[in-house]
């Protein structure tokens, strides 16, 4: 059993994954959840004053508070720190950080330097572009280097300059998807793929609202994906729970995204492997966990692909995550806060008296199925009913 530190701009899940593997996390996060309250020993507010961002100066304090304790094993990073790999230095050299290295998370997060990589190894992205007049034919998107769930994506104008850390992106067609893994520095192992609800909000076009997983993949895209994962783990110095996004285009082809050398919200879909372990031991002792001996297959409940891309038989259990966002202004009164903490799918529950804008996160649902289908069909049952509920008079 360890006592750790987890701190990000949100850690519920991870806190929960903590519990579940035997340790006693200490919460420092940008909302307090209820049920991050309800498992953590200790919650800390990160948040900075102006919008969705972890505060440097706050979290240097909590670590620093922590650290003279002298009763932590250390510190996780969860997201929020894309941006700002000099504060994981900063947080690192008061109490040990358990995963990727400052340096290594900033050389991974370098989109020059990374698709860089991918081009070295043969595998195949969409075109990137680092200055404006560079930008061909096509729809380009704007993004920032330091950006994480699509919040920072915007489709690119031409004529329109790009500012620091910004570079573009050819958009393409293709179903969003990732993979979930650990590393040691050296090689990695797959948790598995999942398929990623991306959806447009206002002007950002493609937003990440959930997950959707085990899925399995034909076994030379598996393949192709291994490889690129250890060629990465080693390259970039890659340690503990990562994510790497990824379109699977109409021919059937990987097309990669972006790596995050973190642990992401998909490791909700894989309870059993028992991540916050799996994390720990990689990054401690360089112990990486047996390979699935049979990697889990679904039915697709979209197109495309098909068959022979994704496996088209689905052997339970399938998970699902998403994140229900305000359709418009509106305040939680005590009733409603009462009734969403007697839901046994909803999560990341807010506190009476929380305000909500328009495009806001309000909390997070959960579902479990046969297939992918009915999971899907099921969080937008519960997102539909749960806004219908909590909107209606408010």
């Known amino acids: 059993m360890a006592r750790l530190a987890l701190a990000g701009l949100t850690v519920r899940s991870l806190a929960e994954r903590a519990v579940a593997?035997?340790?006693?996390?200490?919460?420092?996060?940008?909302?307090?959840?209820?049920?991050?309250?309800?498992?953590?020993?200790?919650?800390?507010?990160?948040?900075?004053?102006?919008?969705?961002?972890?505060?440097?100066?706050?979290?240097?304090?909590?670590?620093?508070?922590?650290?003279?304790?002298g009763e932590l094993l250390g510190w996780i990073a969860a997201s929020g720190f894309e941006d700002q790999p000099?504060?994981?230095?900063?947080?690192?050299?008061?109490?040990?950080?358990?995963?990727?290295?400052?340096?290594?998370?900033?050389?991974?997060?370098?989109?020059?330097?990374?698709?860089?990589?991918?081009?070295a190894h043969g595998v195949a992205h969409p075109p990137v572009c680092f200055a404006a007049a560079a930008a061909g034919p096509g729809v380009w998107l704007r993004k920032s280097a330091g950006g994480c769930g699509g919040l920072h994506i915007r489709r690119f104008e031409s004529g329109a300059a790009l500012g620091p850390g910004e570079y573009l992106q050819c958009e393409i067609e293709g179903v969003p998807m990732s993979a979930t893994f650990v590393a040691n520095g050296r090689d990695a192992v797959l948790f598995g793929f999942n398929r990623l609800l991306v959806r447009p909000m206002g002007e950002r076009p493609h937003v990440y609202c959930g997950a959707i997983g085990p899925v399995a993949l034909a076994a030379p895209l598996r393949q192709q994906l291994q490889r690129l994962l250890r060629a990465a783990s080693a390259g970039f110095g890659l340690r503990?729970?990562?994510?790497?996004?990824?379109?699977?285009?109409?021919?059937?082809?990987?097309?990669?995204?972006?790596?995050?050398?973190?642990?992401?919200?998909?490791?909700?879909?894989?309870?059993d492997a028992r991540p916050v372990d799996c994390h720990l031991r990689a990054c401690l002792h360089g112990e990486l966990p047996l390979a699935p001996a049979a990697p889990p297959c679904f039915s697709p409940s979209f197109s495309p692909p098909s068959?022979?891309?994704?496996?088209?038989?689905?052997?339970?259990?399938?998970?699902?995550?998403?994140?229900?966002?305000?359709?418009?202004?509106?305040?939680?009164?005590?009733?409603?806060?009462?009734?969403?903490?007697?839901?046994?799918?909803?999560?990341?529950?807010?506190?009476?008296?929380?305000?909500?804008?328009?495009?806001?996160?309000?909390?997070?649902?959960?579902?479990?199925?046969?297939?992918?289908?009915?999971?899907?069909?099921?969080?937008?049952?519960?997102?539909?009913?749960?806004?219908?509920?909590?909107?209606?008079?408010?």
């Not at 102006?50 to 003279?68: F, M």
């Not at 503990?240 to 995204?257: E, M, N, T």
């Not at 305000?326 to 839901?343: I, K, P, V």
């Open 86 to 119: 000099e504060l994981l230095a900063a947080g690192a050299a008061l109490l040990p950080l358990i995963g990727a290295a400052a340096s290594d998370v900033a050389r991974v997060r370098d989109p020059a330097g990374f698709f860089d990589f991918l081009d």
């Open 240 to 271: 503990g729970l990562g994510s790497l996004d990824f379109l699977l285009d109409p021919g059937g082809c990987l097309q990669v995204l972006e790596l995050n050398a973190r642990p992401s919200a998909t490791l909700a879909l894989y309870p």
């Open 307 to 394: 068959p022979p891309f994704l496996s088209p038989s689905a052997p339970p259990p399938v998970r699902g995550i998403e994140t229900v966002h305000a359709g418009r202004d509106w305040t939680l009164d005590t009733a409603r806060a009462r009734w969403l903490s007697d839901q046994s799918a909803v999560h990341d529950l807010p506190r009476a008296g929380q305000q909500f804008a328009a495009g806001d996160p309000v909390c997070s649902i959960s579902a479990c199925g046969a297939t992918a289908a009915e999971v899907e069909a099921d969080l937008r049952n519960h997102r539909h009913a749960l806004l219908t509920h909590l909107e209606k008079s408010s």
């Open 21 to 69: 593997d035997g340790h006693l996390p200490l919460a420092l996060d940008c909302f307090g959840d209820a049920d991050t309250l309800a498992c953590a020993e200790r919650w800390i507010d990160i948040g900075a004053a102006n919008g969705l961002r972890i505060d440097g100066q706050r979290l240097l304090a909590a670590l620093s508070i922590l650290a003279d304790t």
